[in-house]
């Protein structure tokens, strides 16, 4: 009992470290504590007089396990691929999301994890575990079973994969940007025409009920509509980034009262979530 007392107490000293690799491994803080949880049984079940380096075993093992359901979140994509459904299933994840999700995803950035989605598992695995913990990379070849050298040039071609996804991410915010600043200029100028030029024909906008008190309506759809709620309006609004997306901030006398989460479908604003609640606006991370 004693010995299992000790390896327990090894294993929680360590769970943060474990916590933050699968965390960066998979994007999602439920699958990681459930990556962390099976880490947990399987030095359960193993002798712990034979670990001579227990927390290179534990990181190990959880980078294998992480490693097998990123193979298998990738082959359900291939094997059930419709972007319809994805989108669907993304937003049910979110709004299923713990409180930790949130906190882990500040921690690690928005942005990275984004970047990171554009890798395979294997590269995945190798620039976490090489360029975020110092993960050597004759220890990450026993975990993929490769050699060190095939090691080095799939975090090389990791690197040029993520150099290339954030330059692509900063070229899609600086149009979409300004999208938002003509949008945000013609409602100030009460311009309607270019209002609609810069709304897609299918636009929708929600508010929600802490946005409703401010004034406005709940649920708006189409151009022409949304185009006339915003006329003369936006005059204490800015472009800003919200969790590294392109959104709009409302902050009077520099105060934030209302923000503005927008999505676009091609190079036009489909959809407005006009967002009052003062829990959301606390947590959220703007940047001009």
Known sequence: MEQKNILVDAFEARRSHLRSVAFRMLGSAIEAEDAVQETWLRLSRVDAAVVSNLSGWLT??????????????????????????????????????????LAMTDSVGVALLMVLETLSPVERLTLVLHDMFDV??????????????AIRQIASRARRRVRGAKRHQESRRAERRKVVEAFLVASRSGDFEALLNVLDPEVTFRADEAALRLGGVS????????????????????????????????????????????????????????????????????FD
């Open 60 to 101: 190990t093992v959880v980078a294998r396990i992480c490693l097998d359901m990123l193979r298998q979140r990738k082959a359900r994509r291939e094997d059930t691929f419709d972007e319809s459904a994805e989108r669907a299933e993304s937003s049910e994840c979110h709004k299923d999301t713990p409180e930790a999700d």
């Open 219 to 286: 649920i708006l759809s189409g151009a022409a509509d949304v185009a006339r709620a915003f006329l003369n309006r936006a005059h204490a609004a800015a472009p800003v980034l919200i969790d590294g997306e392109i959104a709009v901030a409302v902050r009077p006398d520099g105060y934030l009262i209302l923000m503005l989460e927008v999505d676009f479908r091609e190079d036009r604003i489909y959809e407005i979530r006009a967002v009052g609640d003062p829990a959301r606006l606390a947590e959220a991370q703007l």
């Open 136 to 149: 050597s990379y004759d220890d990450i070849s026993s975990i993929i079973e490769k050699s060190p050298d």
